[in-house]
């Protein structure tokens, strides 16, 4: 009867954790599709950049409630608390970081003078030497619309070189990758040791 329980106790608290974790998640990727939508990578396979920062942060969930399996002591609580906060801080840090290269390489097409939903959202690499000097004091959009549109600027390397585009977008889904990554950790972290101190 006694192991019984323990088994039943055992599978309440996966359930419990699973949740939680799911709970996290959903919480962190709802920041991206709503007022964070503008930090989401804005190309079509940017749903497997989504999906492989969903599978890495569950295996990083799973693997942290194994370490927290039992009831925190008061210094553990503390320990975990300022990992909480170093993690919020890391967190932060990139969310700037990535924040201002989303501004630098992103720009939306066609040009206009307050973002709307007809516009669309492209990816642009490092300006060459003939981009430098064509762009000037023009916004980006600006530039590509009066040479053709995103297609046929990529397509030229008028602007920029395809492989500096590449590398761009490389480098903006791997800080997506990481920043998701991150704040769900973070927020499954804190939760499960709050959990885990009110354990009896």
Partial sequence: MATTQQDTGHFSG???IIASAAAASV?????????????????????TA???ATF???IALLALSLVMQRKLSTTSARLVSLVCVVLLFISVSLFGYYQDFTRTYVYRFPPASLASESQTRHVRGELHENGRSYVGDKAIAQAVFE??????VNSKGLLWNEASSLKAVSRMEMLYIILAMLLTTTLFTAGLAVWRVAKP
């Fill in 27 to 47: 919480a962190v990727f709802t920041l991206f599709s709503s007022f964070l939508e503008s930090l989401v990578p804005p190309y079509q396979d940017s749903k």
């Fill in 14 to 16: 996966l359930v419990a």
């Fill in 147 to 152: 040479l053709g549109g995103p297609d046929y």
């Fill in 56 to 58: 890495g942060t569950a």
């Fill in 50 to 52: 989504v999906g492989f």
